[in-house]
């Protein structure tokens, strides 16, 4: 299991003064964390049920700020597709408060997600194996520069990633007006779907330049401290062209840890993760 730097999110100034803030105080998960004695049957956990709900009260600041980092909350969920690394958080937070001031159940089927409105059910794509599975996000992380999503322990043994610590996955927002349906990953033009059990190519994204010429001066720069391929993806967004620096592929998520550590050491502060 890997362990992110996530809110299991009690809210710590409650503890001081009660109405010190509207941002949600953040409790670090430590290496103390880990799954519980009772097992659960994966075929036996049923998705959670999108329903319509009113935002939370708490945990839905415009912004808020970890480790120096300034999040910003989405006023809505609609549209909502990202692919990235998942994570998972299991014992040491079991009946502490959420940022939604919900207790933590680590045998529900929740998760936690920097910027999602609280609550927003998602429907998690397993890219590796195949399983999907529906959360509900009352919960604020992870606060790990490369994951996306962090399930809880029930949510996490039912898509498969509970051995491994961590997958590639694909996160969709569910519309609880709609009848819901399975999203199964979208894929670029002419892309197949990957075999179940292969490992889509992954990259680390470490800028996006109107200007070809200061994307390859950033690519050279990389290639020669990394030791690693840098391409330069070329992409349109309403007519703009970009020209993104990626570095990659890599082979698997210690990699792409090991590299993010080597990047922020070069002072790269704003990277994510692509799957393709």
């Known amino acids: 299991m890997r ?3 996530h809110p299991a999110a009690a809210l710590l100034c409650l503890m001081l003064v009660a109405s010190c803030s509207t941002t949600p105080p953040i409790l670090i998960p430590d290496s103390r964390d880990s799954a519980p004695a009772r097992q659960l049957d994966p075929d036996s956990i049923a998705d959670a049920v999108p329903r319509i709900e009113p935002q939370s009260r708490y945990g ?8 120096g980092k300034r999040y910003h909350v989405m006023q809505e969920s609609s549209g909502y597709r990202e692919r990235g690394i998942a994570s998972w958080y299991g014992t040491k937070f079991h009946g502490r408060y959420t940022s939604s001031r919900e207790p ?6 929740t998760a936690a997600h920097t910027s999602l409105p609280l609550p927003t059910y998602v429907r998690v794509n397993n890219l590796q194996n195949g399983r999907s599975i529906v959360v509900r996000v009352n919960d604020r992380g ?3 520069n490369n994951r996306i999503i962090d399930l809880s322990y029930a949510a996490a043994t039912k898509l498969g990633i509970l051995g491994t610590g961590t997958g590639l996955v694909e996160v969709v927002a569910i519309d609880p007006r709609h009848k819901p349906v399975v999203n199964r990953p979208v894929l670029a033009k002419n892309q197949s779907s990957p075999p179940v059990g292969a490992t889509p190519d992954m990259f680390i ?4 330049f109107s200007s070809r010429d200061n994307a390859n001066r950033l690519r ?3 290639q020669h401290k990394l030791e690693r391929p840098v391409r330069i993806h070329e992409s349109q967004n309403q007519g703009q062209e970009f020209f993104r620096v990626q570095v990659g592929p890599l082979a698997d998520i210690e990699q792409s840890d090991a590299v993010t550590r080597k990047l922020a050491q070069l002072g790269m502060d704003e990277m994510h993760i692509v799957i393709e």
């Open 205 to 208: 994204q470490v800028g996006a």
């Open 104 to 109: 933590y159940d680590m045998y529900a089927m």
């Open 60 to 67: 839905n600041p415009d912004s808020y700020e970890v480790f």
């Open 3 to 5: 362990f992110s730097l």
């Open 220 to 222: 050279k720069q990389l």
């Open 142 to 144: 992870p606060f790990h």
